[in-house]
């Protein structure tokens, strides 16, 4: 069966102080790794595709990256503004259309 | 530009009664979901549609049906309601080259008595 684990559940962090957030996954076979933001009370919104391990992509103060097992989002000195649930979700070879998403994580940045 | 277009926003259902979930996207794409997120459980697929004409069950499509009333809509029914479909529910399109990249309605948020 088709997991996505992501952690920690939920992280606070004082703005400027970087971390990461991890997103792992048990697939039959990865078509694509994908990488979401939730403000509250919104839908989900797009922020990175990766495909491949050793793909790395940026966007502004996040950067993420992918291994054979697991994903990053890296959050390099944060603001107040980055405070979020992320959500990972992977697209599995043969599932079609279908994303699984992991629980995600909750982040808030205190000024 | 609207993008995904769900109503309504709020609903409240007694256990038995039926209902709707209407979304509309404005992007002219060919794929649509219907995903429900609960406390600690992500977000689940519930039914999807690749094209117009076309309708798949996703991880958790018992006690609903989809109708793709043409490339724009994409509706949810509940048949008949029960406490376990209070939930958060999602509609979202993707484009035809699919990247993972859906864009999401806001949300409806349904509770069931």
């Known amino acids: 069966e088709d997991q996505v684990t992501q952690s920690p559940e939920a992280l606070r962090l004082q703005e400027g102080e970087s971390s990461s957030l991890n997103c792992s996954y048990t697939v039959s076979g990865l078509r694509g790794l994908f990488w979401y933001r939730q403000d509250p009370g919104k839908g989900p919104e797009f922020l990175f595709t990766l495909y491949s391990a050793g793909e790395e992509k940026e966007k502004e103060r996040l950067k993420a990256t992918l291994t054979k097992k697991e994903s990053f989002l890296h959050i390099t000195a944060p603001k107040p503004e980055d405070s979020a649930t992320y959500l990972c979700a992977v697209q599995v070879r043969g599932a079609g259309n279908m994303l699984t998403f992991g629980g995600g994580t909750r982040l808030m940045v205190k000024p | 530009n609207a993008g995904v277009t769900q109503t309504p926003k709020f609903q409240v259902l007694k256990t038995g009664q039926s209902m709707t979930l209407q979304c509309a996207q404005d992007m002219n794409h060919n794929s649509m979901y219907w995903y429900r997120q609960d406390p600690g459980m992500g977000l689940r697929l519930i039914y999807y549609?690749?094209?117009?004409?076309?309708?798949d069950k996703g991880e958790v499509p018992n006690g609903y049906n989809v109708s793709r009333l043409n490339k724009r809509e994409f509706s949810l029914r509940l048949e008949s309601a029960a406490p376990s479909q209070t939930s958060v529910y999602f509609c979202?399109?993707?484009?035809?080259?699919?990247?993972?990249?859906?864009?999401f309605g806001e949300g409806s948020r349904l509770t069931v008595l």
């Open positions: 549609s690749a094209s117009e004409g076309t309708t």
């Open positions: 979202a399109s993707g484009g035809q080259t699919y990247t993972g990249e859906l864009f």
